[in-house]
């Protein structure tokens, strides 16, 4: 996993923030996608991304110590990133304030509760020309959101982001039985124009799992164009 600070505080200067708010991309995300946009004010930012390999003991252990000194932590997740959130941040001896889940499960390769198996297996062999520019308009629903995507789209190689996908099916498809574990999640959002994950799959995990679960009817996967979507996450009645 690779990590990226987009805002932060020098250690003194941190008691005075308002908090953190850490950002897990999905598959193929880094840091490119909120690097150019404008942020909660107030707020330090870190960016996870890269889930070919999960951090070891000792990256977790300083992930949680860059965490713990701020007065508010805001988890927000999105797509595969629920899935690499809740590996990382299961044991997590810091808490959130707010942990919002958009557009995925902890169970993201599931008949049930994710993307159907065979499914996945389709985009894994499609990945690569035509086939990675069909994934992205499915992903962004239409030719506005996809512009907009591409504005901030990952620069990550080709290669990389295979590697990542055939990674994250194994790692996936290795979980526990599948039974909702909610954890520390405390909101989930579900969109309803969602062609990766579908919809009904979500909300059922969430639903069975006693999470509250938003759905935004036009919301494709693609969050990001919504220009409040992240204040939204740590401050829902904010943008209302």
Known sequence: MQTAWIIRSAADEIPAKNGVIVFAAGWAGSDELVRRRPLPEGYDFLCLYDYRTLPSPEETVNLYAWLEPYR??????????????????????????TATAIGGTPRPVSDRYGIPERAFAVTVRSIGGAGTVKFLERMCG???ILREYYRHRSTRPLEEIYEELLSLRRQALA?????????????AVVGG????????QMWRYWNEAGVPVEVCPDMPHYPLYEPHILTSCIAPDETR
């Open 72 to 97: 508010t932590r805001h988890l927000v997740a999105w797509s595969f990133g629920v899935w690499a959130a809740g590996r990382i941040f299961g044991e997590s001896p810091v808490g959130w304030d």
């Open 142 to 144: 239409t030719p506005e």
């Open 175 to 187: 979980a526990p039985p599948e039974l909702p574990e909610p954890g520390f999640w405390t909101r």
């Open 193 to 200: 124009r969602d062609a990766i994950f579908p919809p009904e």
